[in-house]
């Protein structure tokens, strides 16, 4: 499949799981490939697969909540590649705590990466995808859309992309560019390491029954980015994708 043959898709957290295993499916996909992260390590190792699988990539490292650095990026990757069709933002940081200790610090840091980072990136990307065509994939979360206890900050920065990719879907979408985002439910990458519950917390409130089980490694969220970003999804418009084996309860 070549869904993306002279495509151009910038990738933000590109390092690690999602964004690596979505960097891998474009590229297996004939895109030409934009990949940013903070992780300098880790971002050369994706790009270095992703040449390996034919891909050409520009990579920068570069952090999401820093204005300047987003629009050096975005600036660099138009000027590298001579266009964009596709931005995805996957760049994200998880914090869990009881509300009450919850310091300020915290809550100030996770929504600067995953919600003004994603609205910088938004930002700076539109002039370049008006003129192709092109379109978004945020990344949600499921905590956005059911009660998640511990995760007040990371839960209210999902909630904020949700709303953010509405908005976008109907301010941009008769100009002809689509946004949209994917809400993964539990996906076994390294931000799971983050995981911890407060002392005295009831483990019944987070282990929500989940129907399939199998499949909880990052390419199976990249599959549905790509499906998205894709032409296959040309009617496919503010839309919310959970990629989460189905959720019960
Ligand atoms: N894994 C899950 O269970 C899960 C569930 C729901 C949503 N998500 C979301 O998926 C996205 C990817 O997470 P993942 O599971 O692949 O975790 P991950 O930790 O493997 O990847 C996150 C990447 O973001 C990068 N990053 C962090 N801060 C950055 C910044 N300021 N600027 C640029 N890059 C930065 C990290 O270096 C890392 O490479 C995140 O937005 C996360 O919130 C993950």
Redesign the pocket.
Known sequence: MERFADKVVLI?????????ATAERLASEGAALAL????AE?LEATSETCRAAGARVFAQV????DEAQVADLVAAAVSEHGRLDVAVN?????HFEDLRRTELADWDRIIA??LT?TFLVCRAVMDHLLPTGGNIVN?????ALAGHPWTVS?SAS?GGVYALTQCLAVEFGKQGVRCNSV??????????NEFRLPEGADVKLINRITALDEHRG?ET?ASAIAFLASDDAAHVNGTCLKVDGGTLA
């Open positions: 933000t957290g590109a390092a690690s799981g999602i964004g690596r940013s992260d903070v992780n880790g570069s952090n999401v909540a996957v760049a994200g940081i998880l990466v995953n980072g990344t949600s979360s499921t905590s990371y999902k809400a993964p439910g539990s996906i076994l990458t390294p931000i799971q990052p969220v």
